[in-house]
């Protein structure tokens, strides 16, 4: 398994898959590579997965009680990986995420300036949205590394798995990881209120309870960083209030409405030489934004930010139509990914 995943990392592969019945694979930008010619038997992948769990030092049995199991482990002078392991027809698989040890440069990374000046933020809530594998967790990371390096604070994160390991530098940092250092989500954030957090990282808004705790928390003047697998700023904004029963989405929608500093989704693409590049959303909450929020008019959302008008936001058509006419993304493709292909489309 070692030496798959070392193998996996020279090729500058984002995600390992072993799956019985196929040779081992690596995935290298939208592209499969094979890691060994010998097809997967499923004591194979049995085997390769106890490997994992050995290096995590963590418990078989977790599995069978469970059916999957999230985890991450470190090679030395190789790199991190997040795997999850889970049952399919009977047998054992395994996915991980290849993650480097260093913290991910913005600029390197695409991330635009609007994205991390919300590092400035001191309280309320940030999102960061999209599908899975669109890099929310490395813009989070970014966010909290700037915070990390410019300001005196304590920053707890908690994370199902953790990903980046953080250092202390300006701030103070907490690191738990859902279950091995907290039962769940809900708990860790209730408890993180009163181990005096000036930020707290929530790795994901998973369950009408962890929902309503991180709206608590950015109420009561701490700056909450979270996820969520939607795609849209109206989209988010739907998906929290809908996850509350009738009868206490208008009190939700006030409080979304104070407590929502701004989200951001994004999404790889593909470019014309192969790659994926990510584009992104940016959605500030100002008066306008809050009182839309408030009176559950959203679906008026998408105009304010593709209008254009309003330098702290940002468009993902404006921003596929720019790569366009940068050259480095296709017209189709960028129809493909835009929330309004038709007005797109005449834009460009």
Known sequence: ???MLKKAVSLGGSDVFIIPGSTPMVKVHDNFEILSDQRLLPGDTERLAREMYELAHRDYSLLDAQGDDDFSFAILNVSRFRCNVYRQRGTVAAICRIVNFELPDPQSMHIPQLVMDLARQRSGMILVTGPAGSGKSTTLACLVDRINETRNAHIVTIEDPIEYLHRHKKSLVSQREVPNDAATFSRALRAALRQAPDVVLLGEMRDLDTIRTAITAAETGHLLLSTLHTIGAAKTVDRIIDTFPAEQQAQIRVQLSMVLKAVVSQRLVPTVTGERVPVFEVMTVNTAIQNMIRDGRTHQIDNVIFGGTDRTMLSMDAELQRLVREGRV??????????????????I
Do not use: F, G, Q, Y
């Open 330 to 347: 296709s017209r189709d493709v960028a129809l493909l990914h835009a929330a309004n292909p038709e007005t797109l489309a005449k834009r």
């Open 1 to 3: 398994m070692i030496d």
